[in-house]
């Protein structure tokens, strides 16, 4: 067993780049995960702001996977005024406070099925999906093809949860070379093509949005088998949905890492009540897998195994490091961050996470 004062050296680490609010809870977590090693461990992550970056180098808006296809000179101008329209309609009550979750959800279904029926208008062809994706380049956080091929290289199984679009999602990870059918498997809404002209012309069941994600059971898939021993789960999103990406799945320990990127003061305590681990903001842009902090390095050599090294990946990509740009915050949020949407509901386009 990993000594008690090796897993401290650990959260004291994150404390430097993220926020804790129940620091037993997540020592209690991490010296779980970390003694019962890689065997036992799996990934639940969500795509869209979480393995992709918030903002691109140039602090635009970084597209999503519905926003990828909305922007393709393939589609109309007229389908892109009418997914501007949908996100005008149903983005104020997705972010209302005065509704619950329960009552939000027949308006998020209605949300995403305009959208689809909209996008099967535009009769796109399965192999329009590969020059679309092209069209549009994505920003992948930085390291991350590091982290990706390491539970590669440990057979990690690495669950993409998304409400976006599966068929984008995977041509995206493919043309930046970091799709991996033996450990990796989409969870995501999923095009389908008429098997004669190759056109989409419906959206396989079940449909997910942001606040169903919980519902999606994984134990009929094939995927199952690759988990179904694995007790113990990192789980990394930005919305508070993404909360729930492992309720389907039989797990002991779920260790929870958060992305706050917009309004942190109003939502800071949200997130910590939800997440064990919060991340405020996009981070800096040279960070990832460099591990050029002196912290980590020093950490590293103290505690290397492969167990160490997984988890250090996972929050040396997924966290800011201590800038000048963070300050003047109770919160260390970057006063140069746009406020914005957590999600991809800000996209002059269709829903998707």
């Known amino acids: 067993m990993l000594s008690s004062q090796k897993v401290q050296h650990f959260i004291d680490f994150i404390k430097k780049h993220s926020k804790l609010k129940n620091v037993d809870a997540t020592h209690r977590k991490l010296e779980k995960i970390l003694d019962d090693g890689l065997e036992n461990l799996q990934i639940v992550c969500d795509f869209d702001c979480t393995m992709t970056r ?9 597209p999503g996977s519905h926003k990828i296809l909305s922007s393709s000179s393939r589609l109309t101008e007229e389908f892109k005024k009418e997914t501007d329209k949908l996100c005008e309609d149903y983005y104020p009550i997705e972010i209302d406070k005065t509704l619950t979750k329960e009552e939000k959800i027949p308006y998020m279904i209605e949300w995403w099925e305009k959208a689809h029926e909209l996008l099967l208008g535009q009769r796109i062809n399965k192999n329009d999906i590969k020059e679309m994706v092209a069209e549009t380049p994505v920003e992948m956080r930085p390291g991350l093809d590091v982290l990706i091929r390491k539970c590669k290289d440990n057979d990690i199984p690495f669950l993409i949860f998304s409400a976006g679009i599966a068929n984008v999602i995977e041509e995206v990870l493919i043309t930046k070379n970091l799709y991996y059918s033996n450990n990796m498997h989409i969870v995501s809404n999923q095009m389908g093509f008429n098997s004669e002209t190759g056109i989409c012309d ?3 069941v079940p449909l ?4 169903n994600k919980s519902e999606i059971m994984l134990k009929d898939s094939p995927y199952y088998k690759t988990i179904e021993n694995r007790r113990n789960v990192i789980l990394l999103g930005d919305s508070i949905g993404d909360i729930h990406m492992a309720d389907g799945i039989q797990h002991e320990i779920c260790l929870t890492i958060g992305f706050l990127n917009h309004d942190v ?4 305590d949200t997130y910590l009540e939800t997440f064990d681990i919060v991340v405020v903001d996009d ?11 002196d912290d980590f390095t020093q950490l590293k050599n103290r505690m290397f195994d492969e167990v160490i090294s997984i ?6 990509i997924f966290v800011q490091s201590d800038s000048p740009r963070y300050s003047k915050s109770k919160y260390s949020y970057s006063q140069n961050t746009v406020p914005s949407c957590n999600n991809l509901y800000t996209e002059l386009a269709a829903p998707g996470l």
């Open 54 to 62: 918030y903002f691109t180098p140039n602090r635009e808006r970084n």
């Open 202 to 204: 419906h959206f396989k």
């Open 208 to 211: 997910i949005h942001i606040f």
């Open 265 to 268: 003061e109003d939502y800071i």
């Open 283 to 293: 981070g800096p842009m040279d960070i990832g897998c460099r591990v050029e902090n």
């Open 311 to 316: 988890i250090l990946l996972f929050l040396m």
